[in-house]
């Protein structure tokens, strides 16, 4: 096995290199599997507000066959070690046989996914930033295989603020290199018979887009889209949506109602909406991934709008001077020098041509409208 010091400072520096979350856990995970050995393994982004699996790499994980089983369990059962759990525990980390105390046939994913697959331990770890998940990576042994150790769960502990910044990273650095190439929205309408899932129609946009989810397919059908059927149908029909990122780096927002009702044939229709996250809606996440405060995403909310400073001060209660210091922190934490370059970078940055939003016009250099959505 190869020394944990030598092991950190490779992914470190891997970390520090990557431009791409997908391609980061490709390159990453291998070399941590010289610490902490394992048979499969997946890597999973997260949607940060609701911990919702949007996507991963998944090529040496679980067969396909047993995925529609554990998607149904991880929305719509109170299992063992979940990601929701995992995000909210103080380490972020754990395994099946130390959560249930050495009885793993108590957890429902154990007996119904792992064993049918050939596996026996599993370690889970969320990757948070900043308080927040942004991905996870599974790791699995086969059946009779020792438990993941002490030492092997503390190693991952100690790496995984490493990789949750760089995925957080990469998924913002997508983001803004690659540009609006799909057209939407997509609409499809989705036939769902027990557990198998089929597209009965779908514009073209839709089918375009469902092709450019960076995940792996049950039946041609992206897994995120499996998933937040499963959820639909676990929340009793309610409408349920999340935000997806595409391989482009694109940012979309997904959408899932019932159209028709289980009737006689004892199958439902699903209305599935693809469609782009607007600016304003993805300031947040933007927000998030540059790392700024609480306090400090209320400014820049404030100053992007039009609000000069002494505005944002009366709005928020504070001095002149402490909006002048939360600001000069934003610039900072975003890279860039002006209200012009901060509106560009939340907003503009992600959704205009390069060659229009950082076309230069006038003393400020920067091509802008005037206000935006509060």
Not at 222 to 237: E, F, I, K
Not at 256 to 277: F, H, K, N, T, W
Not at 353 to 361: A, G, K, M, N
Request: with cysteine; hydrophobic share 45%; aromatic share 6%.
């Amino acid at each position: 096995m190869a020394p944990t010091a030598a092991v950190r400072d490779r992914i470190e520096r891997l970390c520090r290199s990557a431009t791409d979350p997908l391609t980061l856990y490709r390159d990453v995970v291998p070399v941590l599997g010289r610490a902490v050995p394992s048979d499969l393994w997946c890597g999973l982004l997260l949607d940060p507000a609701t911990v919702l699996n949007t996507g991963g790499y998944h090529d040496e994980g679980l067969p396909l066959e047993v995925l529609p089983r554990l998607l149904e369990l991880e929305v719509g059962a109170d299992d063992v070690n979940q990601l929701p759990a995992l995000a909210r525990d103080r380490s972020g980390v754990g395994t099946i046989h130390r959560r249930t105390r050495g009885r793993p046939e108590l957890s429902a994913r154990y007996r119904d996914v792992m064993l049918p697959a050939g596996m026996g331990p599993e370690l889970r770890a969320v990757l948070r930033n900043r308080g927040r998940p942004w991905g996870a990576v599974v790791f699995f042994r086969e059946t009779g295989a020792p438990d993941f150790t002490d030492a092997e769960l503390e190693f991952v502990a100690a790496v995984a603020p490493d990789i949750a910044a760089a995925v957080r990273r990469t998924l913002l650095v997508s983001e803004i290199t690659h540009r609006d190439v799909e057209e939407g929205p997509g609409m499809a309408v989705l036939r769902v018979d027990g557990l198998r899932i089929d597209v009965e129609l779908a514009s073209r946009a839709a089918r375009a887009l469902m092709e450019a989810m960076p995940d792996s397919r049950i039946d041609g059908v992206p897994v995120g889209v499996v998933m937040l059927v499963s959820r639909l149908v676990a929340a009793g029909g309610r409408r349920q949506s999340a935000r997806v990122r595409l391989r482009t780096g694109r940012w979309m927002s997904v959408q899932l109602d019932v159209l028709q009702p289980a009737g006689q044939e004892g199958c439902e229709r699903l209305s599935l909406v693809i469609e782009p996250v607007a600016p304003y809606e993805l300031a947040e996440v933007i927000a998030e991934a540059y790392g700024l405060t609480a306090r400090e995403r209320e400014v820049a909310r404030l100053v992007v709008a039009g609000n000069r400073n002494p505005e944002v001060a009366a709005a928020l209660s504070i001095s002149l001077t402490t909006v002048q210091d939360h600001l000069k922190k934003v610039f900072a934490k975003l890279g860039v020098g002006s209200r012009y370059e901060l509106t560009a970078r939340m907003f503009f940055d992600q959704y205009l041509p390069r060659q229009l939003s950082r076309q230069p016009v006038g003393g400020d250099g920067w091509y802008l409208p005037a206000r935006l959505p509060r």
